[in-house]
Structure formats: C-alpha cells, structure tokens
C-alpha cells in the first residue's frame, strides 16, 4: 500500500470529513516546490491557500523560528513581548499610522474588525455592517455571515443580525444600500475565494469618500491579498487610498498561524481592556516569523519580482488564451492571477495535479494560480508547460 492510501485512511477514521481533499499527503517542501509522502515532487502555484506567500520553508522564516523556539514561545497578553511590539511597528511602518490587534487566522483579525464596528456603532445608534456578494471573509458565524456566499451559511441559522450585501464593483447599489443604521462596508480589494473579481479603481476611490462623508468604517480584508502578492506590500496601496481598518493573516506569518486587526486613527482607540482578548494572538514566535516575512520581502526585493513574474505570467497566460477557445478572461493583479474557463475547472485541476503542478480553481470555472513571490522564470514556465498540455486534453 502506498503511504498516501494509508493516510487517506486514517483520516477516513479520525478526521472530521469537513474538506473536500485530493490524495495528496505532503512530507516536506521548499520554495514553489513540494514533496507527497511517497516521493513524488509537485510545483506549488498555489502554496497552502497562499499562506506561504514567499514559498514554503523560507530560510530565513526557518531560521527565525529556530531561533525564537529555544528562547520563549508564548507570553499571555496581560505581559510585554519585545517581538509583537516590533511586529506591529513593522505592519503600520508598512502601511499606515495606527495600532495592529493580533489573532490567530484571518477570520479573527476580520472579528475583531466586526467587534469594533459594533462598538462604535453602539456610540452612534449604527449597526449595520455592508458586505459584497461573492465575498469571503472565514467561517465563523459572524463571518460567515458577512460573506456574501449563501453555500457557506446553509444550515447555521439563525446567524447574527446586521450584514446586509450588495453586488461588488457596484457603485449605485452601495449608495442605495447606505443608509441611517451603516456603520462599516467591508471588502476585499481582489476578490480571491470569489473568482479573482478586482475592485476598479473608481470603485474603491467612491467607497472611500462616502465612508469620509457618511463616518462608515472602511475596512479592507486583505488577509489573501496582503504581503505582496498584489505588487505592493497591500493591495490598498494600489488604489491611492487608505482604509480605516486593514485585515492581515494568511501569508503574514509566513507559514504560521497568524492575524492582524491594523486600524487607523480615531477608530484605533475603540477597543479597550475587557473589550477584546486572544489567548495565543502575537505570540513571540509567530512574530518571530512574520518578522522574517516582512525582512525577506524587503531585502530580497520580492515586490519588485512579484510585479515582474506576474507580467509575465499573464502574457504567457495570455498566449494560451489565444490557443484555447474555452479560457473566456484573464485577470490579475501581480501574482494573483484568475484564468476564468468557459468549461468547468475541476477536471483541469486535477489533470495540472497528475502533471505534478498544485493549482485552485474557484467558483466552478476560475483556476485560481498564486505562485510563492518568489518564484523564477524557470518556474513559470514549467507551470506554463504543465497548462498548456492539460489544455490540449480538453
Ligand atoms: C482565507 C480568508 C479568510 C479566512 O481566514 P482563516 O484564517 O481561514 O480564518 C478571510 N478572508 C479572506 C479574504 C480569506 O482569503
């Protein structure tokens, strides 16, 4: 038997079954390059749901944890660490003047969001939080609720009062929707999980001035499109604006679990002692870690690759748009890339899977393709290579 169907088995008996998983057991990876149990190597053109955003096993990430781990590894947050204070000066020298509230995930940084929209709602007879359809933003029930998806809340009624969705992109439909009980609209600039739809830039411009005007709460999740993957540290600095609150995890931590709540002026001082609290949040290893993110980002110049791999992945990608009839639309934004199909995905997933190339694909008919921003020319055109093959088969 081989070790994968032995695996497979033992999570037959002891796993809950809450995953639509392929027979894949991962040992060990490095870079955009993974290893399954068995021996046999894959490219990672979508590393863990893009946590390991610099690929996996960044050197200096290993070398961060290592060290940190003979040192100390939790301090309850009614104590100092050195390292999430250094974290948090890191995040808002990186983005904008504020304060940074960690968790564990995305979902948390995105509660803690929610928690403080409630807060000053409450100061100012506001409730009502606006999302978009199509939207992701985790899966507990306030956020599940805030997603703008109704597969994902089938079943977990009743869910918490105060979310109301609109269409993304869509301008006139949040002017209709503002009204005397809005105290937030939340979004990501890039909707990942929902199809790699991109906000315009109008969009998001419109967005900000009718939160100025009508003191709502901009908050931007950005826990996929944070850490360089949009070709800047956060996608938000694509659209010449600045959000009031700023959602971080995924790639953050570099392959730890990590989330950040960054939040901007007079919102910064909402949540108080007693109000908000995260048994594990901001940990001296995790920070650890995604301090190393931030330095390898940086010093390696990885923005500056991103930009230039995503250029040329989308021409590439474009050249197979040309050969194959059924791929509709091409849509990126530096190393997030959607190559939306007129076919459904999931059999040219699994093929890329056969061919050794680990890709997503979303909303039945988007290949979801985020490669490490570290990745090469030879890398890209390997994947290329892969696609183009599995494409010919169709
Ligand atoms: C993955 C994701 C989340 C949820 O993060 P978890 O760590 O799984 O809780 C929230 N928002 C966006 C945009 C995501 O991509």
Not at 115 to 121: D, T
Not at 187 to 192: N, R
Not at 322 to 344: D, N, S, W
């Amino acid at each position: 038997m081989k070790n994968t169907d032995r695996i497979v088995q033992m999570y037959d008996k002891y796993i809950m079954n809450t995953y639509k998983r392929v027979p894949l057991c991962l040992e060990k990876a490095k870079g955009a390059r993974v290893w399954d149990i068995d021996g046999k190597t894959y490219l990672a053109f979508f590393p863990g749901w893009a946590v390991s955003g610099i690929g996996h096993c960044h050197p200096k990430v290993v070398a961060a944890i290592n060290r940190q781990s003979k040192k100390l590894l939790h301090v309850s947050n009614n104590y100092y660490s050195e390292l999430q204070a250094k974290l948090a000066e890191t995040i808002i020298r990186n983005s904008f003047p504020g304060k940074v509230f960690f968790g564990n995930s995305g979902a948390e940084a995105n509660e803690a969001a929610i928690k403080l929209a409630r807060l000053y709602g409450h100061k100012t007879g506001r409730l009502e939080v606006i999302t978009c359809l199509k939207s992701f933003h985790g899966r507990t029930l306030a956020m599940i609720t805030a997603t703008g998806q109704d597969k994902v809340k089938k079943g977990f009624e009743p869910l918490p009062a105060g979310f109301i969705h609109v269409p993304f992109n869509d301008l006139e439909a949040i002017k209709e929707a503002v009204n005397e009980h809005t105290v937030a609209i939340m979004l990501e600039p890039v909707q990942c999980e929902g199809g790699i739809n991109i906000a315009r830039q109008e969009y998001m411009k419109n967005l900000r001035r009718i939160c100025d005007e009508k003191d709502l709460i901009l908050i931007l999740d950005e826990v996929q499109t944070g850490m360089g993957r949009a070709g800047r540290m956060f996608a938000y600095q694509n659209y010449g604006i600045v959000p009031d609150i700023m959602t971080l995890a995924k790639s953050l931590g570099g392959g730890v679990p990590i989330g950040a709540c960054v939040v901007r002026g007079k919102f910064q001082y909402i949540l108080t002692p007693g109000t908000h609290a995260s048994t594990f949040g901001g940990s001296p290893l995790v920070c650890a870690a995604s301090l190393a993110v931030f330095e390898a980002i940086v010093k390696e110049n990885l923005l500056q690759n991103a930009n230039r791999m995503g250029r040329y992945l989308r021409v590439r990608l474009e050249g197979l748009k040309k050969k194959y009839h059924f791929i509709k639309e091409i849509r990126t934004m530096a190393l997030i890339i959607g190559v939306e199909l007129t076919v459904k995905g999931e059999d040219i997933y699994k093929e890329c899977l056969k061919a050794g190339l680990l890709i997503n694909c979303t909303q039945d008919t988007v290949l979801r393709i985020m490669p490490p921003l570290t990745v090469t020319k030879k890398e890209a055109d390997r994947a290329i290579a892969i696609l183009d093959k599995v494409f010919s088969g169709v």
